[in-house]
C-alpha cells in the first residue's frame, strides 16, 4: 500500500471519510484495489485481469487506471469515496485561518529537508520559506520561471540551483517520458518534460524526494478559466466555485501523469499542498477568496503574509510556458520538418521521437 498503512485506509473507507488525514494512498487492500479521492498515487490493473496490478504501468500489458475515490474488483469499480460540498464559510477572516494553518501545518509536517522544484511563485515560495532544502528552478536561459526564481530565492535569503533545458534535453527525454506515463499528446508531454528534467537534476544531486506545489491552483482558483466562468468555454460551470470543482476533479488524471514522471527521474514527490486538511480548507471557500476581480487564488496569498508582497502577490506562467520549454518544443519540431500547417505537428514530431 502507498500513501498510508492498510490499517488507515481500511477505517477510510469504512467510514467513508475522504479527508480524514490520510493524505492519500494506493494499492490492494483485504483482496481490492483502493485509491484515494484524489488519486494522489497511481494505481493501474490488467484491462481484461484486476487481479495483476502495479503502481508502474509499464509493468502491465494492458494498463487500466483505478479511478479516485474507487474500489476496484473482479465485478468492477465501486466508488466509495467522494469529496465533501460544503458551504462557503461566511467570515472571511476565518477562512483566510483555517487555510493558513491548513498549509502551513502540511508543510511543516514535512519530514526532513526535500529539494524543493521552485519558479518563484507564491506555491513553491510557501515550500521555500519553511523547508530547508535546495531549491530547484529548470528552464531555458532567459525564461520567465528562471528570472522569476532568481528574484523570489534572494528575496527569501536562498541559493537556487538553476537547471538550464537545452534542446537535447527534449529530444533524449521524451521517449522516456512518453513510455513512463503512457501518453503522447504534446501538453502532457511538455509538462511532464519540465518536471521530469528539474528532477533528474535533483536525482542526480543524490536526492530521492522533490518537494513541489502541485494542486494549489485547482484547489485555490489559480486558473484563467476559473476566473472568467461561466463565460469562458473551457469550462462547464456557472460559477466561479463551480468551476473551482470542475478543475479539481481533474487532478487523478493530472497528478497520475506527474508522479509517474518524477519517478521516472529518480525522485519521489512530496506535495504537501495536496495534504487532505488543505484540501477541506480549500472547499469551504467563498467565490470571493477564490477570485476576486483580477487576482486570482485570493486566500492562498491573504494566507502565506509570511512572504514578502512582491512573491506573494506575483501571477506565475504555466510551467511548460514559464520555462519556455514549449515553445523550444515547437521549434524543434518544426525544426524536424513538422511544420504549423500540419495536422497535429507537436504530436507527429513526439512520434518521431518515440
Not at 29 to 39: A, C, I, K, S
Not at 57 to 82: E, F, I
Not at 84 to 109: E, F
Not at 254 to 266: F, I, K, M, T, Y
Amino acid at each position: 500500500m502507498n500513501g498510508a498503512d492498510p490499517e488507515t485506509v481500511r477505517r477510510v473507507i469504512g467510514a467513508r471519510e475522504p479527508l480524514s488525514g490520510a493524505d492519500g494512498f494506493a494499492g490492494e487492500l483485504d483482496g481490492r484495489l483502493v485509491r484515494d479521492v484524489l488519486g494522489r498515487y497511481p494505481l493501474f490493473s490488467e484491462a481484461e485481469d484486476p487481479g495483476v496490478w502495479s503502481a508502474d504501468p509499464t509493468d502491465l500489458a494492458a494498463p487500466d487506471p483505478v479511478p479516485a475515490g474507487c474500489v476496484r474488483t473482479a465485478r468492477g469499480d465501486d466508488r466509495v469515496l467522494s469529496l465533501p460540498s460544503p458551504d462557503p464559510i461566511g467570515d472571511d477572516r476565518r477562512a483566510v485561518s483555517d487555510v493558513r494553518d491548513a498549509v502551513t501545518g502540511a508543510v511543516d509536517a514535512v519530514a526532513g529537508a526535500p529539494p524543493i522544484a521552485f519558479s518563484g511563485g507564491v506555491d513553491s515560495s510557501i515550500l521555500a520559506a519553511r523547508l530547508e532544502g535546495p531549491l530547484y528552478v529548470g528552464g531555458f536561459p532567459d525564461s520567465h520561471d528562471i528570472e522569476a526564481a532568481r528574484t523570489a530565492a534572494d528575496r527569501l535569503g536562498r541559493d537556487l540551483r538553476v537547471v538550464e533545458f537545452a534542446h537535447d534535453d527534449i529530444e533524449r527525454a521524451v521517449p522516456t517520458v512518453v513510455e513512463a506515463t503512457g501518453r503522447s499528446n504534446p501538453m502532457d508531454v511538455q509538462i511532464a518534460l519540465s518536471l521530469y528534467l528539474v528532477a533528474e537534476a535533483a536525482a542526480a544531486d543524490g536526492h530521492d524526494r522533490l518537494a513541489v506545489g502541485q494542486g494549489a491552483d485547482e484547489l485555490f482558483g489559480g486558473y484563467a478559466k476559473v476566473q472568467k466562468a461561466p463565460d469562458d468555454p473551457r469550462v462547464d460551470a456557472e460559477t466561479v466555485r463551480g468551476a473551482t470543482r470542475e478543475v479539481i476533479g481533474t487532478l487523478p488524471g493530472q497528478l497520475e501523469r506527474d508522479v509517474l514522471a518524477l519517478r521516472a527521474a529518480g525522485v519521489e514527490p512530496v506535495a504537501p499542498l495536496l495534504a487532505d486538511r488543505v484540501v477541506a480548507a480549500s472547499l469551504s471557500l467563498s467565490e470571493a477568496l477564490l477570485v476576486d476581480g483580477d487576482e486570482r487564488k485570493v486566500a492562498l496569498r491573504r494566507a502565506a503574509d509570511f512572504l514578502p508582497e512582491e512573491i506573494r502577490t506575483r501571477e506565475k506562467k504555466a510551467l511548460q510556458y514559464g520555462s519556455l520549454l514549449s515553445r523550444e518544443f515547437d521549434r524543434l519540431a518544426r525544426q524536424a520538418g513538422f511544420k504549423h500547417r500540419m495536422d497535429d505537428h507537436l504530436g507527429r514530431y513526439i512520434e518521431s521521437l518515440v
